[in-house]
Nanobody, 116 residues
Framework: QVQLVESGGGLAQPGGSLRLSCAAS????????MSWARQAPGKGLEWVSG????????YYADSVKGRFTISRDNAKNTVYLQMNSLKPEDTALYYC?????????WGQGTQVTVSS
C-alpha cells in the first residue's frame, strides 16, 4: 500500500532553517510528481511546492518563493523541502502528497513551529 512518511519538523527560530523529508513507498516513486502543502492553526490547507517526477521542474507558492527549495532523490524514494529564512507565519503542519494538482495520497504530517 502507498505510504508517505514525513520527518524533520520541529522548532526553529525566525530566520532559521529546517529540512523536511518525505519517504515514499508502495508505488513507483520516480513516475509521479510530488508536492508539499501545509495547514496553519485555524486556517485551510495551503499548497506550498511541487516537483516533476524527474526533478526537472519545481514550482512554489509566492509565500515561500526564494526561501524554500523542493528536491527529490528517486534512488531513495524521498522528496525534501529545504526551508530557509523561516518566519513565524510558516508555523504549520506540513504534509507531502503524491501528485500535482490532484492528490490521491497524503502523509500524516510533520509539525513546524517558528518562534523565538
Amino acid at each position: 500500500q502507498v505510504q508517505l512518511v514525513e520527518s524533520g519538523g520541529g522548532l526553529a527560530q525566525p530566520g532559521g532553517s529546517l529540512r523536511l523529508s518525505c519517504a515514499a513507498s508502495g508505488f513507483t516513486f520516480s513516475s509521479y510528481a510530488m508536492s508539499w502543502a501545509r495547514q496553519a492553526p485555524g486556517k485551510g490547507l495551503e499548497w506550498v511546492s511541487g516537483i516533476y517526477s524527474d526533478g526537472s521542474y519545481t514550482y512554489y507558492a509566492d509565500s515561500v518563493k526564494g526561501r524554500f527549495t523542493i528536491s527529490r532523490d528517486n534512488a531513495k524514494n524521498t522528496v525534501y523541502l529545504q526551508m530557509n529564512s523561516l518566519k513565524p507565519e510558516d508555523t504549520a503542519l506540513y504534509y507531502c502528497a503524491k501528485g500535482s494538482g490532484s492528490y490521491d495520497y497524503w502523509g500524516q504530517g510533520t509539525q513546524v513551529t517558528v518562534s523565538s
